[in-house]
């Protein structure tokens, strides 16, 4: 399976000179072998879910603009992206294309925002969309975080985005400093998301805020390593296994990668 991990120096900045014997891979404590490690300049099979339910009215504006801008700054001519309507059913908007244009066209078009906010199952369909893709799969959710509708809960949804190899980015929008207006469990659960998975949050206030955001996404995509990590002769229980990557032969970087993988069952 693909581990893809972001390296930075206690300065924040991409180290992007390392090899394979300077990783460490721990599964469930254990030490295991990596099969190799390759540079990000793998495509990358993306998900933009955009919120067009009735909870972002207020910074619809801001939302399209960052969709948009996402799209056109992030998504290079080898990887494809999807575009997902989070409302009160997950729509498939646009499917996989490299076609930047005909994806920000799909934004362009939406309508006015209506309807519930069925986030959970959006970002689940989107990881079940990507699963088949070989590679990196990145899901990039712009929303405020809510959810107010979901048939799948949070732990399912987290579930099966590992299932399915799937990364988390966020781009919050509708952020305010008033701690009344925030849907501050929608933060914590954006946070888990990114978190659990080796992606971020991004909270722009502006427009310079969100250009900022899509650089570090840009970068991130751009200067990842990706390892090999093959399962030889596991228990087909289910059951979640804990990954630690470090790197040994060098102090002071910080390894952002997913937090585990669930086992085949049966």
């Known amino acids: 399976m693909p581990v893809p991990a972001s390296v930075v120096d206690a300065q924040g900045r991409a180290v992007t000179d390392l090899q394979l014997k300077d990783f460490e891979l721990l599964v469930d404590g ?18 933009l879910l955009y919120d067009n339910s009735s909870s972002l009215r207020a910074g619809r504006e801001f939302e399209k603009q960052a969709a948009v801008r996402f799209l056109k700054s992030v998504v290079r001519p080898i990887d494809r992206a999807a575009v997902y309507s989070i409302s009160t059913d997950p729509e498939l908007a646009h499917p996989l294309t490299n076609n930047v244009r005909a994806l920000v066209r799909t934004i362009e078009n939406f309508g006015k925002p209506e309807g519930a906010t069925a986030l959970f199952d959006t970002i ?28 799948l809960d949070f732990d ?55 250009d900022r955001a899509f650089k570090q996404i840009a970068a991130d995509l751009s200067q990842q390593y990706v390892l090999g990590y093959y399962p030889a002769g596991e228990r087909r229980d289910g059951r979640f296994r804990a990954f630690t990557l470090r790197v040994t ?18």
Request: with cysteine.
């Open 249 to 266: 032969t060098r102090p002071n970087l910080r390894v952002r990668t997913r937090k585990g993988y669930y086992a085949p069952k049966g």
């Open 156 to 210: 399912t949804t987290l579930a099966r985005v590992l299932a399915d190899d799937c990364q988390v980015y966020a781009v919050q929008t509708g952020h305010s400093d008033s701690a009344n207006l925030r849907d501050l469990a929608g933060e914590r659960r954006l946070l888990e998301f990114t978190g659990q998975t080796g992606g971020a949050v991004y909270i722009p206030r502006s427009q310079p805020d969100l």
């Open 30 to 47: 254990e030490a295991k072998p990596i099969g190799d490690v390759t540079r990000a300049e793998t495509p990358v099979s993306i998900a």
């Open 124 to 151: 689940a369909a989107a990881a079940d969309y990507l699963k088949p893709q070989a590679g990196r799969k990145v899901i990039v959710i712009v929303t405020d975080g809510t959810d107010t509708l979901s048939y």
